[in-house]
């Protein structure tokens, strides 16, 4: 039940793929780490984690090959870098009728400061959102993600 596409983007200079799990139900995008690929999600078992919400139709997962070392020469490699700037227009009303969840552990490799930090710039922009914190058993990795993710597309589809 895997598809994926390769094309040259003008953007970023180079073939990027686009790799899509499932045909139907509310779509999922996943990113991959910094250097990461559209199919790390699956060899990193985040893709059979979800298996159940793909096979039933509930969700169809899209992951793309990381720009990370582009967005970083950018200086744009994340949202606290341009979303404080955004004036009102259609992108901050498109936001605002969003949610934004922000799950976190606070273990090995977390920086819980960077995460209330985006949901204040969020919230000073009237961007609904919620930060849950799963403490600090919980570090930044692959079997949090495989654990946290089900739960929440669960909870939300």
């Given amino acids: ?34 250097g990461g690929d559209a199919g790390e999600a699956e060899r990193m078992q985040l893709i059979g984690a ?30 606290l870098h341009y979303l ?22 606070e273990g090995q490799w977390e920086n819980p400061s960077h995460t209330w930090n985006m949901a204040r710039v969020l919230g000073d922009k009237g961007i609904p959102n919620r930060v849950d914190s799963w403490g600090p058993t919980w570090p930044h990795d692959w079997p949090t993600w495989r654990q946290m993710l089900p739960g929440y597309l669960t909870e939300f589809v």
């Fill in 50 to 79: 979800l298996w159940e919400l793909i096979e039933s139709g509930r969700i169809k997962v899209y992951s793309c090959d990381s720009v990370w070392g582009e967005a970083l020469l950018s200086r744009q490699h994340s949202p």
């Fill in 1 to 34: 039940m895997r598809h994926s596409k390769v094309w040259y983007s003008e953007r970023v200079q180079r073939h990027v793929r686009l790799t899509r799990w499932g045909h139907y139900g509310m779509p999922v995008l996943l990113f991959p780490t910094a």
């Fill in 84 to 105: 404080p700037d955004l004036d009102d227009g259609w992108q901050l009303d498109t936001l605002r009728q969003r949610m934004v969840l922000m799950a976190m552990g």
